[in-house]
Nanobody, 124 residues
Framework: QVQLVESGGGSVQPGGSLTLSCVASGVSLTDFAIAWFRQTPGKEREGVSC????????QHSDSVKGRFSISKDNDKSTFYLQMNSLQLEDTGVYYC?????????????????RGQGTSVNVSS
């Protein structure tokens, strides 16, 4: 059974940083990758960053490229989203989810099970 648990959200001023964590269990990293998504009221879900297990292929959305980084600790089955230079529009509920891999790469189109989410609020 897949279980994903996020933590690390909070309130921060513009320009600040936060690190989100996702502890994943029951996920086959042979077939799936882990992605971070965010949801803001009135907006569509947005894929933010994803990473594959074995090869460490990484993809970021254009809106966070250069500011966010994604990493993994294989020993702890934990995936991290380091968010720097946070902007007001980064506010939302962030959740991690499985996404299917294709040819060793990850994307945001085929989301599987997800965690409950953690809230990020960027405000001055």
């Amino acid at each position: 059974q897949v279980q994903l648990v996020e933590s690390g959200g909070g309130s921060v001023q513009p320009g600040g940083s936060l690190t989100l964590s996702c502890v994943a269990s029951g996920v086959s990293l042979t077939d799936f990758a882990i992605a971070w998504f965010r949801q803001t009221p009135g907006k569509e879900r947005e894929g933010v960053s994803c990473i594959t297990g074995p090869s460490g292929f990484i993809q970021h959305s254009d809106s966070v490229k250069g500011r966010f980084s994604i990493s993994k600790d294989n020993d702890k089955s934990t995936f991290y989203l380091q968010m720097n230079s946070l902007q007001l529009e980064d506010t939302g509920v962030y959740y991690c989810a499985t996404v299917r891999k294709h040819y060793g790469r990850c994307g945001f189109a085929e989301q599987g099970p997800r965690g409950q989410g953690t809230s990020v609020n960027v405000s001055s």
